[in-house]
């Protein structure tokens, strides 16, 4: 079970699982398809299928050449929980709501930052901070640094948000991210900071059971990961 900092339910999930016979990996990919530059062949096969209409990206990114490096532009539809469901489906025992406890208690009863969450949100600040004036930040300052400073290592940090969201996610299932009144008021703020995205792509958001990418180790090993739009090629190099 992961904790309320284990992974961000914004952002995608990877997820890989053996049965207890044989060797074939399973592999689901929880991540919704994403402008970002790494990505762009993926949205050119999409657009070549009919699979996304064009005009409302070329609208936004106007005369530019390349996608931004930050902002609402070049973020994905998050994949996370779809992807806890995708797998709880096929090889959950427990209710989703007893896997995800642990997490919302966290969530809303504490927990420490670790060092090396400590220092992410000290760099996200900085970054933050520095954007104002390209888009609003109030939402994030509310949640993570409401005293103007990042949570420091050690200190007891509480989301009593998230665990509502979870308490949602675990009772009415990822219908309540993806497809709710939720789903809207993610849009809502996306929208308003440039994105072109839509509940129907939320909504329409579905993980994939792919096949592993592999390649020769050593002593007979293979070493295999998530092929695209992954970045498990990454460690494949």
């Known amino acids: 079970v992961m904790t309320a900092f284990g992974k961000a339910i914004c952002k995608n999930g990877f997820m890989t699982s053996k049965p207890q016979h044989g060797p074939m990996l399973r592999l689901v990919l929880g991540v919704g398809w994403l402008l970002h530059p790494f990505a762009e062949p993926l949205l050119k096969r999409r657009l070549a299928k009919g699979k996304e209409d064009p005009t409302r990206w070329r609208e936004k990114l106007g005369e530019a050449e390349a996608l931004p490096p930050y902002g609402a532009l070049p973020i994905t539809v998050p994949g996370t929980v779809d992807a806890w469901f995708a ?13 995800l406890a642990p ?10 930052i670790a060092p ?38 050690g200190e007891i940090f509480r989301n009593p948000d998230l665990a509502d969201t ?7 299932g990822r219908d309540a991210f993806y497809d709710s009144a939720l789903t809207d008021g993610m849009i809502d703020y996306l929208q ?18 792919v096949e592993p990418a592999c390649v020769g180790y050593k002593n007979g090993y293979e070493l295999c990961e998530l092929p695209p739009n992954s970045q498990g090629f990454a460690a494949l190099q």
């Open 166 to 172: 979870l308490e949602a996610i675990a009772r009415d």
């Open 116 to 153: 090396v969450i400590g220092m992410y949100l000290a760099r996200s600040l900085k970054a933050y901070s520095a954007r104002e004036d390209q888009f609003d930040f109030s939402n994030a300052r509310k949640v993570w640094f409401a005293d103007g400073n990042a949570p420091e290592a």
């Open 103 to 112: 997490t919302i208690s966290y969530a809303r009863e504490g927990h420490p």
């Open 87 to 99: 797998m709880h489906e096929r090889f959950g025992r427990r209710s989703m709501a007893a896997n």
């Open 192 to 209: 308003a900071q440039g994105s072109a995205f839509t509940r129907a792509d939320f909504a329409g958001h579905s993980s994939e059971w």
